[in-house]
């Protein structure tokens, strides 16, 4: 963790304690010196104080004068700071004492001699209380500084845990709690990208999807949240490219790795840095498994910054969980599609076999049948047009056929060659698409552009016993059927062609009963 520590989170955890920590010591050192030179001071001043006492008291003591001795010690002993004295005999009897023996002082012991004979010893007590107190002070005094070195040390590693780790993790749950917060893409993009930006502690983020090689520009947002119209349109303006002509986007995607690209960077787009005002970027690939699915930019826009370790890593980590968020997204896009496509499907497969197989049944007239078959047709496929046309078993061609949607034009040059599309259909059973796709093999005839028509499919009627024919959906709005909607056609073309063969049998059944009559 000290390792990532910033300069400043350095200079507050380890400088500035080093700091109070000399100056402590330094402090201590002076006192402790004072505090010797006192206590010398009052052990010399004893000492004064008892060879004084010496020469005064030494002569009363040869001639046995004891009252001149008595005066000798009270003058001393009203000396300031003198808290005891005692004049002892050459036996060690004390014979003049005054103050209390048992204060704690600074005691000097002096040999009393006259004409090199031991007459006995003088003992002066000075006050040390000072010296204690000095004593006392240093101890305190360093008690508090250490307590202050403590305490600021302490709060240095407080700082420093906050602003290191508890700060980049609570940024951290703020994305993962705004990534789980919505699956809409729409209202995800912007949280994440704001709470990447104010987590990385830069200005502004912005996110690139990538997909099948182009990128398209989905959000940006500023770490304060305000928005800059003229900015915003720029940036939608931008659309979707392939991810090689952005050389940041490509380099990033190659790599799977930051990439820091200062302000005149080639790898910026001059556009870009003109436009959106960058000074500096950040670039870290949105990667989910092997496949990168996007690109999220920090930048800042007031100065050319650097970007350190810490904020490469931190922007690594937000960058996986966006990811993550991103891709959960998608997939319950699809899911959602996947489920409503579903649910339409399932839908109209209950409208064909409720109200369309209904309606086909409802009658056995072959006419109104086919009516139905065509507005039905219409109906369920979404198409602009349909055409039945039915296959003449002694001729082996199409003769008949019958159209809803299309113009007269092109109805009077309909033609069903043989080994056409049609026949194609009728002898394989299975559906034939036709559109302008290269690698379709039946493209659209110059009269079906000409009609608007963009695409068209035809199925075969086959019903229980035969084969009747064939059954055309035309569109005019894209190019292409989806597999659902080719599965219900299917179905459709099923319930058609049964339905025809029943009102077939029912009018040839109709015809024999009145010959029979007839006979």
């Known amino acids: 963790m000290f390792s990532r520590l910033s300069v400043q989170g350095r200079f507050f955890l380890f400088v500035i304690p080093l700091l109070v920590g000399a100056l402590t010591l330094a402090t201590v050192a002076y006192m402790v010196k004072e505090v010797r030179v006192h206590g010398a001071e009052i052990h010399q001043r004893a000492q004064l104080l008892a060879q004084l006492l010496v020469q005064q008291v030494g002569p009363p003591l040869v001639t046995g004068d004891h009252r001149a001795a008595d005066s000798a010690v009270d003058l001393v002993s009203r000396e300031p700071g003198v808290v005891f004295i005692a004049v002892q005999d050459r036996s060690g009897r004390v014979v003049q004492e005054r103050g209390d023996s048992d204060l704690r002082a600074v005691r000097v012991s002096t040999l009393v001699e006259v004409g090199g004979e031991e007459l006995g010893r003088v003992v002066v007590g000075v006050d040390d209380s000072p010296v204690r107190e000095g004593r006392w002070r240093i101890i305190v005094f360093s008690s508090l500084l250490s307590l202050g070195v403590t305490i600021v040390l302490f709060i240095g590693i407080r700082v420093a845990l906050r602003r290191q780790v508890i700060e980049p993790l609570t940024r951290l749950l703020e994305i993962a709690q705004a990534a789980g917060s919505t699956l809409d893409l729409k209202k995800l993009l912007p949280l994440l990208a704001r ?10 983020c912005t996110i690139f999807l990538v997909k099948d090689g182009r990128a398209v520009p989905v959000i940006s947002q500023f770490a304060d949240g305000h928005r800059e119209e003229e900015m915003w349109r720029a940036f939608k303006a931008l659309g979707e490219c392939r991810v090689e002509e952005a050389p940041i986007l490509s380099v990033v995607c190659q790599r799977r790795q930051p990439l820091v690209a200062p302000a005149g960077s ?22 989910v498994g092997d496949e990168c699915i996007g690109v999220m930019h920090l930048d800042y826009t007031d100065l ?8 490469i890593h931190l922007a690594s980590t937000v960058a996986g969980q966006a990811a993550l968020a991103i891709d959960n997204s998608r997939l319950y896009e699809a899911a959602s599609a996947q489920a409503e496509a579903l649910s339409e499907k399932n839908k109209q497969l209950s409208f064909l076999n409720r109200q369309v197989a209904v309606a086909l049944t409802s009658s056995l007239s072959l006419n109104d049948v086919l009516n139905q078959i065509m507005s039905h047709g219409i109906s369920v496929s979404g198409a602009k047009a349909t055409c039945v046309a039915f296959y003449d078993e002694p001729s082996g061609r199409f003769k008949e056929w019958l159209t809803q949607g299309l113009s007269d034009h092109f109805v009077r ?18 559906y034939v698409l036709s559109n302008d796709h290269p690698e379709t093999k039946h493209k659209l005839s110059r009269l079906a552009r000409e009609e608007g028509i963009r695409a068209f499919i035809c199925l075969p009627l086959i019903g229980h016993e035969r084969r009747l024919g064939v059954i055309y959906f035309y569109r005019d ?8 909607e080719i599965e219900l056609l ?7 062609a049964f339905a025809i063969e029943n009102a077939r049998l029912f009018a040839e059944r109709e015809a024999r009963a009145k010959e029979l009559e007839e006979a």
């Open 304 to 311: 050319p910054r650097s970007f350190s370790q810490d904020q």
């Open 477 to 484: 709005d894209r190019d292409t059927f989806t597999p659902d």
């Open 195 to 204: 709470k990447a930006a104010q987590a990385c502690r830069v200005d502004r």
């Open 266 to 287: 080639d790898l910026i787009p001059p556009a870009w840095r003109e436009t959106f005002g960058m000074k500096s970027l950040l670039s870290i690939p949105l990667v």
């Open 490 to 496: 299917t179905t459709f073309a099923h319930l058609a």
């Open 413 to 430: 040059n309909m033609a069903f060659r043989p080994g056409g599309l049609a026949d194609e259909t009728f002898t394989s059973r299975t």
